[in-house]
């Protein structure tokens, strides 16, 4: 009953900018630790960032800098700003996050994933 949806991805060229959207929607009680995900083809997926409920953040040290995770639980979505964005930076991202369906009771769940390509 719950699910994940990304957008805002699309091709820019090296230097651009893009904002990731994740929204979760369905019958939940709140959303714990997310994370955006993203992998290349021929690659292992690899994590992007992490943002918790009180908005701390982690980064992958390849998009310190660069990104910007942040969170707003009043809409049930979680962002990714990137800029200075790098041909390298060219894969699907994915929106993960923990789902509390019950209390105490979570369920970890993945969004489709949205293409992102950096290229002139």
């Known amino acids: 009953q719950v699910q994940l949806v990304e957008s805002g991805g699309g091709l820019v060229p090296p230097g651009g900018s893009l904002r990731l959207s994740c929204t979760a929607s369905?019958?939940?009680?709140?959303?714990?630790?997310a994370a955006w995900y993203r992998q290349a083809p021929g690659r292992d997926r690899e994590l992007v960032a992490t943002?918790?409920?009180?908005?701390?953040?982690t980064y992958a040290e390849s998009v310190k800098g660069r990104f910007t995770v942040s969170r707003d639980n009043a809409k049930n979505s979680m962002y990714l700003q990137m800029d200075s964005l790098k041909s390298e930076d060219t894969a699907v991202y994915y929106c993960?996050?923990?789902?509390?369906?019950?209390?105490?009771?979570?369920?970890?769940?993945w969004g489709p994933g949205t293409q992102v390509t950096v290229s002139s």
């Open positions: 993960n996050a923990a789902i509390e369906l019950n209390r105490r009771h979570y369920r970890d769940y």
């Open positions: 369905g019958d939940f009680l709140s959303i714990n630790t």
């Open positions: 943002i918790t409920t009180s908005g701390r953040t």
